[in-house]
């Protein structure tokens, strides 16, 4: 499987951006970029993925090195809400089961 | 997007005891999976359970101590046979949405074995 790197854990302040980063040097070219987060006592929930280009949605940014071994989920203004555990995880195809790391777990000061 | 419900949302059972948890989708879907959360801990997935074929194990979980039903495209159990103390875990299904290339979670049911 492929792997990803994730700091263990990040603070931030509310109402500023944040940068959270993941290394994927082994990633494939067919290799997708997903983020995932997981509210206390909740399920995780989907947030963003990639493959080659940034994206953006209403939750967040992915802005994927052009090398694609590395890649930063933002998010543009952290609320209290957002502090959760985020996982970034490579995903082949569609078919591909989801295989979690241990994430990077953001705390947001207010 | 789909919404996934379990039952129980927690229980707190005996050792050597079964329990057996339900999952229920507002959608058909054909990929539903099981993980494990243990505390503190991140997902650890047990099985891909696909209807119509036999549930596929990852490594270190086995059929006998986690049986596992999908008898339609909304509906999967998942039984956790013969409880130990160290199976007190949070366990989650998911599904799998192809076309938006999402997977959506249910809210977990909350074990205690003692």
């Known amino acids: 499987d492929a792997k990803t790197t994730q700091p263990n854990s990040m603070e931030s302040n509310e109402e500023e951006p944040v940068h959270l980063p993941c290394n994927h040097s082994?990633?494939?070219?067919?290799?997708?970029i997903h983020w995932y987060r997981q509210l206390p006592s909740q399920g995780p929930e989907y947030v963003i993925h990639?493959?080659?280009s940034n994206v953006n949605n209403r939750m967040a940014s992915l802005a994927i090195a052009e090398d694609r071994k590395s890649s930063t989920l933002i998010l543009h203004r952290a609320t209290l809400r957002d502090a959760a555990v985020y996982y970034c995880?490579?995903?082949?195809?569609?078919?591909?089961?989801?295989?979690f790391g241990k994430g990077t777990r953001l705390h947001i000061l207010p | 997007s789909a919404v996934i419900s379990q039952k129980p949302s927690r229980d707190i059972c005996q050792r050597g005891t079964s329990l057996t948890i339900q999952c229920q989708v507002d959608?058909?879907?054909?990929?539903m999976f099981w993980y494990r959360q243990q505390p503190g801990q991140s997902l650890t997935l047990i099985a891909t359970?696909?209807?119509?074929?036999?549930?596929?194990?990852e490594s270190g979980f086995v059929i006998d101590k986690f049986p596992i039903s999908r008898p339609n495209l909304t509906f999967s159990t998942l039984t956790v046979s013969n409880m130990s103390p160290e199976d007190s875990s949070i366990y989650l299904c998911?599904?799998?949405?192809?076309?938006?290339?999402?997977?959506?979670f249910g809210p977990g049911t909350r074990l205690t074995v003692t």
């Open positions: 998911s599904v799998e949405d192809p076309v938006a290339y999402e997977q959506y």
């Open positions: 082994t990633i494939s070219g067919t290799d997708y």
């Open positions: 990639g493959l080659t």
């Open positions: 995880i490579l995903r082949v195809n569609r078919d591909d089961k989801i295989i």
């Open positions: 959608s058909q879907v054909t990929m």
């Open positions: 359970a696909n209807q119509g074929s036999e549930a596929t194990y």
